[in-house]
């Protein structure tokens, strides 16, 4: 029994498939556009508190973009980027508590200062590589919490009582609360920050990183100079997780050494493989699963919400053992072969 085409059914498909032909190379802008309406969408109709906790995801999931930068791209493992998303976060708060400076500000000084200090310490860090690398990035971590509670720095830090700020409300007279407002500016300040990423990843110094990941003496051999693309990398990395923590510390309005322990360091490093190393996007994941999911294993067992969250996390490498990221391509390309067989 053979099926009928309807006459007018022909233009139509002509049109339909030429409409796919000219949209196809601009798949990403496209996709890019829809995000972007979807973020403003949910700002209109999600209740302020889900706001709040999307918008601390977001933040995490730049926090964790800049370690993929570090470790996912150029293969240097890093344990302690908690101190960075720490940097970040009271250079904002110094500045607006003692400099009276506007938040918008902040951002980029964060950026800025993390850049130094992450370019500073990648320097002596050359010399060491794999899980050397990741214990001195590991006793950072550990420091950094007691160094902001410190007598010398206690008037600019406030010591374990950490610095109180005050949620900026949205300019120009916009009747938003100021949860919507800074989803909003949040959802900006990532685009432009992601797109930065995807355009460092794809140019000659992100092909040169990518490189020394793959294999280090190939890439000195040839004539990439090693010790200042892994310095600059550490620079990037920090800068992107240090206006993170200029964001977080924004967004929540208080910042507290406490906030920045171990736990946070080793969260970023689980975020980033849970959405896929040397994945952008899969950085949204990862932000995701580290805000939600240690609150999903609580409603379990309070006593043991440590033990359900291994579970989780146990259960989630298994399923996705390359990530959300490797599940997403494992899943197309097996899509697109079952459709080229038929």
Known sequence: ???????????????????????????????????????????????????????????????????????????????GHSAFLAVGA????????????????????????????????????????GIYLALATFALAIAMPQILKSTPLEYWTG????IVLLKPEAPFGLKLSSDQWLWIFTVAVALVM???????????????MIAIRDNSIAAKSMGINLSLYKALTFGVSAFYTGVAGALGAIVIAFVAPDSFTLVLAIGLFVG????????????????????????????????????????????????????AAGLVRLTLLRLMTRLAAR
Request: proline fraction near 4%; hydrophobic fraction near 55%.
């Open 272 to 323: 980033m493989v849970v959405g896929g190393a040397a994945s952008i996007v899969g950085t949204l994941v990862g932000g995701l699963f580290l805000l939600f999911v240690p609150n999903i294993a609580e409603t379990f067992s309070k006593g043991l919400s440590g033990a359900f969250y291994g579970i989780i996390l146990i259960l989630t490498i298994y399923a996705m053992p390359s990530g």
């Open 90 to 129: 009271y250079t904002a708060a110094i500045m607006m508590e003692h400099g009276g400076i506007d938040y918008y500000w902040t951002l980029p000084a964060a950026g800025v200062v993390c850049f130094v200090f992450g370019f500073l310490f990648g320097l002596p860090a050359l010399r060491l590589e």
């Open 1 to 79: 029994m053979t099926t009928r085409i309807e006459p007018l059914s022909v233009p139509i498909m002509a049109l339909v498939g030429a409409v796919v032909v000219v949209l196809l190379p601009y798949w990403k802008q496209i996709l890019l556009a829809i995000a972007v309406a979807i973020a403003i969408v949910l700002a209109f109709t999600l209740k302020n508190f889900i706001l709040f906790q999307l918008t601390l995801a977001l933040i995490y999931a730049l926090a964790i973009l800049g370690l993929n930068l570090l470790t996912g791209y150029n293969g240097q493992f890093s344990l």
């Open 194 to 208: 992601y797109v930065c990423a995807y355009q460092l990843i794809k140019s000659r110094t992100g092909r040169a």
């Open 159 to 162: 010591g374990v009582q950490g």
